[in-house]
Structures are given as C-alpha cells and as structure tokens.
C-alpha cells in the first residue's frame, strides 16, 4: 500500500486480508482451480519442489499435484491450514508469511501464490521468496478474474461488484533477485449454477467485511439477475475467466 494511504483505508485492507478463514469450507467449496497451462508456464524447467505460498485451503495445490511435482504449502491462517489438511492430508503445511516463510535457503524450484499476492509486502515478501528459491527458479503470482469481453459477465461483475482482474493484480516492480516479470492470461471456466455463483462471491473480500445487510441486498440482486439472465437461467453454467499468470525469475 502506499504511503498516501489513509488509515482508514488501511485498516479496511488489514480486515480484508484477514477475511476469509471464518469461511474456509466455503472458500473451498466454491472457488475456481487454475488452467494447467498457466501452471506449467509458471513453472521453470525440471521443477519437481514447489511452495504453495499462501496456500488458504489448496486450490492452487490442486494443479500443482496433477502435474505430479512435491508440494510444500505455507499458509498463516489456522482455519484455511485446517481446511486444507482436510482436502490434502498428505501435503505438509506450515505456518507462514510471505515475508517469513518457514523453509531454508534455495529449498524450492518454483514459489507460486494463487489469488494474494496483492495481499503481500511486495518488496519485503520478494526478497524472501528470492532466498528460498534456486537460482533459476521461479516465482509466479496468478489471479482468476472475469473474462468482461462476455456481455453478461460485465453486467454480473457491475451487479456484484466483482472486479478483480483490474483491481486485484499484484503490481510486481523489478527487485534485484529476479530479472523482468513476465505476463500471460490463460482462459479457464467455473461450472456453477445461479446459487452456486452466488456463493462463490459471498467468499469474496468485499463481501465478507461487508454488514449484513449489504451483503443480504447483494446476494439478493445477484441470484435475480442470473435467475432471469438466459446465459444462467438454465441450471449449470461455464462462467468464462481470464487466469493472468505474472512470473519472475531468481537471478
């Protein structure tokens, strides 16, 4: 955040940050994976250790498993480590930062983060993700947000006030321990239903620090509109997204 940022704002991003274990078995429940390609780009070659940083409750993992390499996650909340030792009981999960993760120097190929990296010192969380990298490895932030170029989708992130691609992309500046970040965008879906999607956004940051009653008139305004939309009125539906993959790598 920067300097100009006023406390308030502040500490609304801290309460944000700090939102989603409450809701663990929902965010597991109703979030999207990762497109395997955009995982496999973030990888260098010959990856077989990589860190989940910031793990919540191992979407990313997920992935990470089907293309068969160690995982080790880090994660800080004690609820999102308790839902994910439930969906991967044989992956170790420490307790962590990214400004302080538990695992020695040059101890992973690759360090990935799904959906955080905005919620992160940046500077002070490369420089540690740079000593427990390899040189040559990499590290790689990835956002699953709305594909907009879709009319209807434009009008459901207008509705529920789901932006994320614009506003939620970490800006990674150059640091001294990588060369340039790179950036690609990989198309992904979400099968959902109107009320599965409802819930999906209830996950969400804005929504969680919400009161009550903004997040009741919410839910209410978004279930209308994809109950009556004719892209989502029908049962099960692909909600088409845009996953952008930023990836540096450890000089």
């Not at 100009?4 to 502040?10: G, L, N, Q």
């Not at 089907?66 to 991967?88: C, I, K, N, S, Y």
């Not at 993700?129 to 009008?155: C, F, K, M, Q, Y």
Request: proline share 6%.
């Amino acid at each position: 955040m920067s300097e100009a940022t006023s406390a308030a704002e502040r500490e609304l991003w801290s309460r944000r940050s700090r939102s989603f274990g409450g809701r663990a078995a929902e965010y597991a429940r109703h979030r999207p994976d990762y497109p395997l390609d955009a995982l496999r780009w973030a990888l260098p070659p010959g990856a077989t250790r990589v860190v989940d940083l910031a793990a919540g409750t191992g979407k990313l993992t997920d992935g990470l498993l089907a293309l068969d390499v160690e995982v080790t996650a880090v994660e800080p909340d004690a609820q999102m480590r308790a839902e994910f030792g439930r969906h991967h009981p044989d992956v170790p999960i420490l307790d962590g930062t990214a400004e302080r993760i538990p695992l020695p120097g040059a101890a992973a190929d690759a360090v990935l983060v799904g959906q955080a990296f905005h919620w992160f010192d940046v500077g002070a969380a490369l420089t540690e993700i740079a000593r427990v990298l390899r040189p040559g490895g990499t590290v790689a932030g990835l956002w699953n947000g709305n594909d907009e170029s879709v009319p209807w989708v434009a009008e459901f992130a207008r509705i529920s006030g789901f932006t994320q691609r614009g506003s939620s992309v970490a800006k990674l500046t150059e640091h001294p321990a990588f060369g340039p970040f790179a950036e690609r965008t990989f198309r992904h879906t979400h099968r959902r239903t109107p009320e599965s999607l409802v819930e999906t956004i209830a996950t969400h940051s804005h929504l969680l620090v919400a009161d009550k009653e903004e997040r009741a008139r919410t839910r209410t305004r978004v279930l209308e509109f994809l109950t009556t939309n004719p892209a989502t009125a029908g049962g099960e539906f692909d909600v088409p997204l845009l996953t952008t993959v930023l990836r540096g790598e450890r000089r």
